[in-house]
C-alpha cells in the first residue's frame, strides 16, 4: 500500500520529529500508551477498525534513524497481538519526506507500507483493509501537525548545547602548590585590610554607639543596674523568675507589680460588735445566776 499525506512543518522539523519514538507512537489514532514504557519503544493497545470489526491488538513501534541524505527514509516497525485472540500482525511502513508547496509550505509524506498477519485480521477484504490504512495515516499527518504545534521540536542550536549534567568538571590539580595563591600567608597583605583584637573592638563599639542603637528601656534590661532602676516589686519578680521552667511560671501566683489587691474591710464596726454581742451575753448570764443565788441565801 502506498499513500502521500501532507504536513504544514519544514522538512527538517518533521524529519527530527519522525525520529522521535514515543511522538510517533502518540500520533498514532486510536494509542493507548503504557506509562512505564521505554521511551525509545514505546508499548500500549491499538484499538483498529477495519469494516464493521474493531480489533484491539497490544504490542510495541520502533524507529529507524534515517541515513545522512537528504533523501534518507525513516522506517517505522511496529509487532503486536491481538488482546482477545490468537491473531498477530506485523507493520513495516518507510517514510520518504519532500518539500511540499501545496496546499502551502511544507511536507508531504510519501508511505510505503506491508502488513502481516494472521488471525481476526485476515477475515477482512482487501478493500476494507486498504480504506483503514489510509485512513490511519491521515488521521496520523492531523494528530503530527497537532502535537508539533503543542511540542515544537527543539532546535538545533539549542539540541547540541550540553546541558548542566552534561559539563565536563575539569580534575583537580595534583601540583601542591597551585592553591598559593589562593592562601595568602598571614602578613604579606595589606596592614589596612588586617585588623587586630583592637580595630574589632572599635568596630563593635561603633556599632552600638547610641547615634545607631536606639537607648533600651529599663524596664526590659536584665541585670544589677537593670534592678536597681526598677521598682523593687518588678526586680524581685525578675529575679524569681529567670532560671524557672515555663510550666512553673504559668502556674505560680503572680507577683510585685501584677500580684493581685486584697479587697479592702469595709465591715470594721460589725467586726466589734460581733466579739461584743457574745461578751455581754456572757455578762448577762452571770448576773442572772449571782441575782439567783442571792436570794436563795436570804
Given at each position: ?32 500508551l ?17 469494516g ?14 534515517p541515513?545522512d ?10 509487532k ?46 482487501d ?32 539540541a ?31 596592614p ?23 537607648e ?10 537593670a ?17 524557672r ?5 504559668d ?6 507589680r ?7 474591710e ?12 457574745p ?20
Open positions: 500500500m502506498e499513500h502521500e499525506v501532507y504536513v504544514p512543518f519544514p522538512v527538517g522539523t518533521v524529519r527530527q520529529a519522525l525520529t522521535e519514538p514515543e511522538r510517533v507512537a502518540r500520533c498514532v489514532p486510536g494509542v493507548q503504557d506509562a512505564e514504557a521505554a521511551p525509545h519503544r514505546p508499548e500500549g493497545r491499538l484499538r483498529l477498525r477495519i464493521s470489526s474493531t480489533i484491539t491488538y497490544r504490542g510495541s513501534l520502533t524507529v529507524s534513524e541515513g541524505g537528504a533523501d534518507a527514509a525513516v522506517t517505522v516497525e511496529a503486536g497481538t491481538e488482546a482477545r485472540g490468537d491473531g498477530a500482525v506485523a507493520l513495516t511502513l518507510t517514510v520518504r519526506l519532500s518539500p511540499a508547496t501545496e496546499p502551502g509550505p511544507g511536507t508531504t509524506l510519501s508511505c510505503a507500507g506491508t502488513v502481516h498477519g494472521d488471525g481476526r485480521l485476515t477475515e477482512a477484504t478493500r476494507s483493509a486498504e480504506s483503514a490504512g489510509r485512513r490511519l495515516l491521515d488521521r496520523f499527518a492531523e494528530n503530527l501537525t497537532e502535537d508539533l504545534r503543542q511540542r515544537p521540536v527543539p532546535d538545533a542550536g539549542q547540541a548545547r550540553p546541558g548542566v549534567f552534561d559539563t565536563e568538571v575539569p580534575p583537580p590539580s595534583l601540583d601542591p602548590h597551585s592553591d598559593e595563591d589562593a592562601a595568602e600567608p598571614a602578613g604579606t597583605g595589606d589596612a585590610d588586617a585588623a587586630g583584637p583592637a580595630d574589632t573592638a572599635d568596630a563593635l563599639d561603633d556599632l552600638v554607639s547610641e547615634d545607631r542603637v536606639p533600651l528601656r529599663a524596664e526590659h534590661a536584665y541585670g544589677p543596674e534592678d536597681a532602676a526598677a521598682p523593687a516589686e518588678a526586680a524581685h519578680a525578675r529575679r524569681t523568675m529567670i532560671g521552667s515555663a510550666e512553673e511560671v502556674h505560680a501566683p503572680p507577683r510585685g501584677y500580684a493581685p489587691v486584697p479587697a479592702p469595709t465591715g470594721g464596726t460589725s467586726a466589734t460588735l460581733r466579739w461584743a454581742a461578751a455581754a451575753a456572757v455578762v448577762l448570764a452571770s448576773a442572772v445566776v449571782v441575782g439567783r443565788v442571792l436570794r436563795r441565801r436570804r
